[in-house]
């Protein structure tokens, strides 16, 4: 099979031995594949593959089952995945677990973009972020995939949020989606001050912002950090987490082991899949790429300027 690999900074798509299908897994012929920051740093060399994982790209896909090795599936489905990597390739031998349907009315290219996101999303709001309905939630770089899966989820289950964003354009886009406003990162970004205190920061940024994010915590606040966009080293004034009992909480989901795995995707397909189905969420796809187009697409995504998601299309014969 053909499969990506970053290399030294460069992508090649190029030939790799299929894996094989053991117990429990399945097999899936890759329509198209969900682009996401975590594959821009690994393949500048910055953010490898958990051990024993594939150096293959692509921590999302979504295809139809093509081998079946005791399971729920049968080959002919319609699915999207959740990956640790092996994602941008012709196909993917992945633990079923951790497979989800495409909801109806929803494309395979679309559905290639939402399993990351949602899962990054609702673990870092509800699981780890205990929100509660009324809470208050703060989202940095809020136009970006899982920013725009995250402001969808606050609107469903009743949290009002608002957003750190870097034009007006993408603070617009926000806004369509259910935010209730923000400020841009060109202006104070102290004007948050205004909207607060939250009960919870969802925070890709890091260093930059972590002065500013405790004070703009609420007693007992939640501060998810799950990027360092921002750096990773910064001085704080550590007594401000005493006064307000807030809780630091540090959180990836792609080194987390199957079984954790498995019970999130669990709980998505329970709560939050249905809202696919009603319209209360979407995949917010901005553009797809050709396999051929690849490094137009890292590109892109590197520029900051997307609202929403990328996908690669591997085999257009399937949508």
Same mark, same amino acid.
């Given at each position: 099979?053909?499969?990506l690999?970053?290399?030294?900074?460069?992508?090649?798509?190029?030939?790799? =031995?299929?894996?094989?299908c053991?117990?429990?897994?399945?097999?899936?012929?890759?329509?198209?594949?969900?682009?996401?920051?975590?594959?821009l740093?690994?393949?500048?060399?910055?953010? =490898?593959?958990?051990?024993?994982?594939?150096?293959?790209?692509?921590?999302?896909?979504?295809?139809?089952?093509?081998?079946?090795?005791?399971?729920?599936?049968?080959?002919?489905?319609?699915?999207?995945?959740?990956?640790?990597?092996?994602g941008?390739?012709?196909?993917?031998?992945?633990?079923?677990?951790?497979?989800?349907?495409?909801?109806?009315?929803?494309?395979?290219?679309?559905?290639?973009?939402?399993?990351?996101?949602?899962?990054?999303?609702?673990?870092?709001?509800?699981?780890?972020?205990?929100?509660?309905?009324?809470?208050?939630?703060?989202?940095?770089?809020g136009?970006?995939?899982?920013?725009?899966?995250?402001?969808?989820?606050?609107?469903?289950?009743?949290?009002?949020?608002?957003?750190?964003?870097?034009?007006?354009?993408?603070?617009?886009?926000?806004?369509?989606?259910?935010?209730?406003?923000?400020?841009?990162?060109?202006?104070?970004?102290?004007?948050?001050?205004?909207?607060? =205190?939250?009960?919870?920061?969802?925070?890709?940024?890091?260093?930059?912002?972590?002065?500013?994010?405790?004070?703009?915590?609420?007693?007992?606040?939640?501060?998810?950090?799950?990027?360092?966009?921002?750096?990773?080293?910064?001085?704080?004034?550590?007594?401000?987490?005493?006064?307000?009992?807030?809780?630091?909480?540090?959180?990836?989901?792609?080194?987390?082991?199957?079984?954790?795995?498995?019970?999130?995707?669990?709980?998505?397909?329970?709560?939050?899949?249905?809202?696919f189905?009603?319209?209360?969420?979407?995949?917010?796809?901005?553009?797809t790429?050709?396999?051929?187009?690849?490094?137009?697409?890292?590109?892109?995504?590197?520029?900051?300027?997307?609202?929403?998601?990328?996908?690669?299309?591997?085999?257009?014969?399937?949508?």
């Amino acid at each position: 099979m053909k499969a990506l690999q970053g290399i030294e900074g460069h992508l090649e798509w190029a030939e790799r =031995p299929a894996p094989t299908c053991s117990e429990g897994e399945v097999r899936i012929r890759v329509a198209a594949a969900g682009l996401n920051r975590a594959d821009l740093l690994q393949r500048a060399g910055h953010y =490898p593959p958990p051990a024993g994982v594939t150096d293959i790209l692509g921590l999302e896909c979504a295809g139809v089952i093509a081998e079946v090795n005791g399971s729920r599936w049968k080959v002919g489905d319609r699915v999207c995945t959740l990956l640790a990597g092996g994602g941008m390739a012709e196909e993917v031998v992945v633990d079923a677990r951790h497979v989800l349907p495409v909801p109806e009315g929803m494309s395979l290219h679309e559905a290639a973009a939402v399993p990351e996101v949602y899962a990054t999303a609702w673990l870092n709001l509800y699981r780890l972020g205990a929100l509660l309905a009324g809470d208050k939630v703060l989202l940095h770089a809020g136009a970006s995939g899982v920013g725009s899966a995250a402001i969808q989820l606050c609107k469903a289950f009743g949290n009002p949020c608002w957003v750190s964003v870097g034009s007006a354009e993408r603070l617009a886009y926000c806004e369509s989606l259910g935010a209730q406003g923000g400020v841009l990162r060109g202006d104070s970004l102290e004007a948050l001050r205004d909207f607060g =205190p939250f009960d919870m920061i969802l925070d890709p940024v890091g260093a930059k912002y972590a002065a500013l994010n405790m004070q703009l915590l609420a007693m007992d606040g939640r501060w998810v950090m799950i990027g360092l966009m921002g750096g990773r080293k910064a001085e704080m004034d550590l007594a401000g987490l005493l006064a307000k009992r807030i809780q630091l909480i540090g959180s990836t989901l792609r080194s987390r082991d199957a079984d954790y795995k498995a019970g999130l995707l669990a709980e998505m397909e329970e709560k939050v899949w249905p809202l696919f189905t009603q319209g209360k969420l979407s995949p917010r796809l901005e553009r797809t790429f050709a396999i051929g187009d690849v490094e137009a697409a890292f590109d892109a995504l590197a520029s900051n300027t997307v609202s929403g998601k990328l996908a690669l299309v591997i085999d257009n014969s399937l949508s």
